[in-house]
């Protein structure tokens, strides 16, 4: 009987996991750049209940011994790298990455982070920065300054190869190139919010050659809210199921109880 409210209660927590992970997703549908979050369950260890104490009926053409399950579990919150929507916003700050890859930028402590997010705005020393004022990567070509370079909305594009052509006094230069990153495997990098990642340890990062960079959009959430809606019905009704195995099993250890009291 204790073996239901462990098996009821772990897949309730399991499916209140996976809940969070919906409520997540539905909470960032809206914020740029941001990739769905979503959980797989796993079965805890069976055991066998061919043993002493364990009552079994004869069956000597049994092909596979009885077994019970010890309950079920999450793993951890798997991330969806899929490509968003592109929206065009006709911002020349705004940077949409086209194909696989993320923007470094360089937080005020000097940090490095890794975004999707391209609504960059440009600062008061004529830099690009994103929303918290985090410094975009720029790999400037040999020769060019980059305390001279003074960006402003009207002076600069940037082509779908991350080149940047900045303009001056009349005349234009291709004074660097915005480099795109992403690193081996699918959970290698981690969120440590406002749309930013890290390497998670051991992660081996690369820079992007096979993706574009699009002036003048930003990139959506990849999430599908029909998709989120169907699963939140299914996880919450298999929520429902396993408090019912356990309203199940007290009222059988009510009838137990009654039982021996008479």
């Known amino acids: 009987m204790l073996r239901v409210l462990w098996n009821s209660r772990s897949a309730m927590n399991a499916n209140q996991e996976k809940l969070d992970a919906i409520s997540n997703n539905l909470a ?8 769905r979050v979503g959980v797989s369950f796993k079965d805890l260890v069976y055991e066998t ?8 009926s004869e069956n000597n053409n049994r092909q596979v011994e009885p077994l019970t399950g010890g309950g079920v579990r999450t793993t951890g919150w798997i991330r969806d790298n899929g490509q968003g929507i592109l929206i065009q916003s006709d911002i020349p700050t705004n940077l949409a990455i086209d194909g696989e890859g993320y923007f470094k930028v360089i937080t005020p402590q000097g940090n490095e982070a890794y975004t999707r997010a391209g609504t960059f705005n440009i600062d008061a020393d004529g830099k690009l920065v994103d929303s918290l004022g985090n410094l975009l990567e720029i790999k400037f070509n040999e ?35 915005i480099q795109l990153y992403s690193a081996v495997g699918n959970n290698a990098l981690r969120s440590i919010g406002e749309s930013l990642y890290v390497p998670n340890e051991a992660a081996q990062m690369y820079t992007v050659q096979d993706a574009d960079i699009r002036q003048g959009f930003i990139e959506g959430s990849n999430v599908d809210m029909a998709q989120e809606f169907t699963d939140m019905i ?29």
């Open 28 to 35: 960032n549908a809206g914020t740029e750049g941001y990739k």
């Open 49 to 56: 209940l061919d043993r002493q104490g364990y009552p079994l």
């Open 143 to 177: 020769g060019i300054n980059p305390q001279e370079i003074k960006f402003n909305k009207d002076n600069f594009s940037v082509d779908k190869d991350g080149s940047i052509l900045y303009e001056n006094n009349g005349n234009t230069t291709n004074v660097g190139r």
């Open 234 to 262: 299914l996880t919450q009704r298999a929520f429902e199921l396993g408090s019912r195995g356990i309203k199940t099993a007290d009222e059988m250890w009510g009838m137990v109880n009654n039982l021996r009291g008479r």
